[in-house]
């Protein structure tokens, strides 16, 4: 008689699915690039938080970043545009389904070099999706130049230094319109976590610049987007805790040093005092903060602006929620009274 034990049984989440259905193909990118750890806490994310992977539309433009949605919710759909032509996509497709979840993976050269003016306009148009910026200070893929995002000073492998001021992603997101805007770093497990989880059921924008080392063009000394320079300079705001709106636990926390945001399906934010008090609701302080710090060659993550109250792009349009592709015809066919009072209006 065998005396061995029965498996474990599978974990599984709300929906009864188990991670495999969040995973995705196997990574090609080099080993230890900061954009695989990134993938991974996606797959975590929407796991754990039982979102189905099918609701979900993945948009990327060209690059070592805009590979990765190859790698996570394989289920779900997914469109990989021309380079730096995510946003234009997204928005169509956010409009036409307002029921999806939009995820953009991009890169610092997809977003801040020739995809700018398509992301300056998803920013003032704030429309509802995530928007992840996986940023290595260089094009990875077309062999380590210098992007836009890179700190004037710093140096590329071969010595070259870089003579023009850095394009601030996130200060552009909080300028231009986005409602959620945060810096993390790719080796930060449990603060990029809080802020995808938030990012997930925020019903707006969210930029999500995370510092993602290229450990093969850009992580020696001189560079300020290597692993080394992160775990030096990263200054992290505040302790951030994602508190699904599922999860009826209360622990008891002391309001002097925890603050709690609640976001729009109920779930909340809970940010914990590190050595100085922070309202991500106020713009000119998140702008003046990663301004600061940047002065002092310092890197502040977290989240650093949050506006629930804004409307998303649809709800400006008062588009309807069902899927435009599903609207039966009487839906949207105007009746033959309408037509003629057009017409009659044109007179
Ligand atoms: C229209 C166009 N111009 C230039 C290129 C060449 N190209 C491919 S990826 C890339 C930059 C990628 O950099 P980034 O977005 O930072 O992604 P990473 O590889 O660093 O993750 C460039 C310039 C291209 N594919 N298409
Ligand atoms: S070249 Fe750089 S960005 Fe591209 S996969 Fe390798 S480490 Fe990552
Ligand atoms: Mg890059």
């Given at each position: ?199 997930i059921v925020h019903q707006g924008l969210s930029v999500i610049d995370v510092i993602s080392p290229c450990v093969t063009f850009n992580d020696h000394e001189g560079s300020t987007k290597s692993y080394s320079y992160m775990k030096a300079h990263d ?110 209006e044109l007179r």
């Amino acid at each position: 008689m065998s005396t061995a034990a029965a498996p474990p049984p599978k974990k599984v989440n709300r929906l009864g699915l188990e991670v495999v259905s969040y995973r995705g193909g196997r990574t090609t990118l080099c080993a230890g690039c900061g954009h695989n750890p990134v993938s991974e806490r996606l797959i975590e994310c929407f796991f754990e938080m039982g979102v189905p992977p099918w609701q979900v539309a993945k948009f990327s433009g060209i690059g070592c970043s805009s590979k990765s949605p190859a790698y996570f919710l394989g289920l779900a759909h997914g469109f990989n545009a021309v380079h730096g032509r995510a946003p234009s996509v997204a928005t169509g497709a956010m409009l036409a389904n307002r029921r999806l979840i939009g995820l953009t993976v991009s890169g610092d050269g997809d977003t801040a070099s020739i995809g700018i003016g398509q992301f300056i306009h998803l920013l003032r148009r704030n429309v509802r999706q995530i928007y992840i910026i996986e940023d290595n200070g260089v094009y990875g893929l077309t062999k380590g130049q210098f992007s836009a995002t890179a700190e004037v000073g710093s140096t590329l492998k071969t010595g070259v230094v870089n003579d023009l001021p850095p394009i601030d992603c996130c200060v552009e997101a909080i300028q231009l319109g986005a409602t959620l805007v945060a810096r993390s770093f790719s080796g930060d497990k449990r603060q990029l976590q809080a802020i995808l989880k938030a990012a997930i059921v925020h019903q707006g924008l969210s930029v999500i610049d995370v510092i993602s080392p290229c450990v093969t063009f850009n992580d020696h000394e001189g560079s300020t987007k290597s692993y080394s320079y992160m775990k030096a300079h990263d200054q992290p705001l505040l302790e951030l805790d994602f508190v699904p709106a599922y999860e009826e636990i209360s622990v008891d926390f002391d309001p002097g040093q925890v603050r709690e945001v609640t976001l729009h399906d109920g779930s909340r934010l809970r940010l914990r005092k590190l050595e100085r008090d922070y309202d991500p609701g106020d713009k000119m302080r998140a702008l003046g903060t990663i301004h600061e710090a940047a002065t002092r060659g310092e890197v502040v993550t977290g989240v650093l602006y949050l506006d629930t109250s804004r409307k998303h792009f649809a709800e400006l349009l008062n588009l309807v929620d069902e899927p435009l592709a599903t609207l039966g015809e009487s839906r949207v066919r105007p009746p033959r009274e309408v037509l003629d009072q057009v017409m009659e209006e044109l007179r």
